[in-house]
């Protein structure tokens, strides 16, 4: 898959694309039951709400064959090696729930400047590539973005540890209020196996679900190789310490692997 002039051209501008229908119900089916699977383990890897329920389930993909399938394909490669130009190693990995009445908000931030100041990447030449195992609706905690805050380069944050169970660096309200003066809020919602791919600099941020809708959303973080992490002080199943080139599965990979699922589960 290649970004066409016109998509890339509103991804410089904008800071972020949607990509309806990147992914076939079967394919979509699979990781959703082990999304299940796992938030159902007792794994170290998965972090909960304070509530209990599932926030998100760190590096699947390294120890999953469907969520392995996921973290190399090429629908999701492809377009990230288009935007920096060269090959990618997987700097973090997750699985978010935003969990039915449970789950939490996850506060204004940008991507890059957690990953350069608790991993020591050097540049924002890395980003989220999201695939969405659910629809996302308005109401079920949609990720917000600010448009075109990428361009503002990293700003400076506060590290909250008390929000929520995850640790994030954090913008204060007078800067969210000031970028969305200038470049308002979207929030992209879609069908499950739509993709949403955004710039490390982009300001977003998404609210609680109250509702009975889950909201399973998969993050690759895919970084330039070059770009690597120099000084990580989180776990190694968070920021990864492997950064071995990605390379790319069959493009009918993860399909066949769903219908070889759905076959033995019958
Ligand atoms: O899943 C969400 O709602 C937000 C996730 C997020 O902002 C992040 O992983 O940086």
């Not at 990447?121 to 989220?128: F, I, L």
């Not at 390379?247 to 759905?262: E, G, I, M, T």
């Amino acid at each position: 898959m290649t970004l066409t002039p016109t998509q890339l051209k509103a991804f410089d501008e904008q800071g972020y694309l949607f990509l309806p229908d990147c992914f076939a119900a079967d394919e979509v089916a699979v990781l959703r039951a082990e999304a299940e699977r796992i938030y159902q383990s007792d794994r170290q890897e998965v972090w909960r709400e304070k509530s209990g329920a599932p926030r998100t389930a760190f590096a699947a993909h390294t120890y999953n064959q469907a969520f392995r399938l996921l973290g190399a394909h090429p629908r999701l490669i492809a377009p990230v090696e288009q935007l920096f130009g060269e090959q990618l190693y997987m700097h973090q990995f997750k699985i978010n729930a935003k969990a039915p009445f449970d789950g939490e908000l996850w506060q204004w931030h940008q991507d890059y400047g957690t990953w350069a100041r608790d991993d020591g990447m050097p540049e924002p030449r890395a980003m989220n590539i999201s695939v969405f195992l659910d629809e996302v609706l308005p109401i079920n905690g949609p990720l917000m973005f600010i448009p075109r805050s990428h361009k503002q380069g990293t700003l400076a944050a506060g590290h909250d540890t008390t929000t929520t169970s995850y640790p994030l660096w954090t913008l204060d309200h007078e800067t969210v209020k000031r970028l969305a003066d200038e470049g308002g809020i979207v929030a992209p919602t879609g069908k499950p196996g739509g993709v949403l791919l955004f710039h490390g600099n982009l300001v977003h941020g998404s609210t609680a679900n109250i509702t009975p809708y889950g909201r399973i959303i998969v993050y690759l973080t895919l970084c330039a190789v070059s770009n690597h992490i120099r000084k990580p002080t989180r776990p190694d199943w968070i920021a990864h310490r492997d950064f071995t080139p990605i390379v790319p599965v069959a493009d009918d990979a993860l399909l066949q692997y769903a219908r070889r699922y759905k076959t033995a589960a019958e």
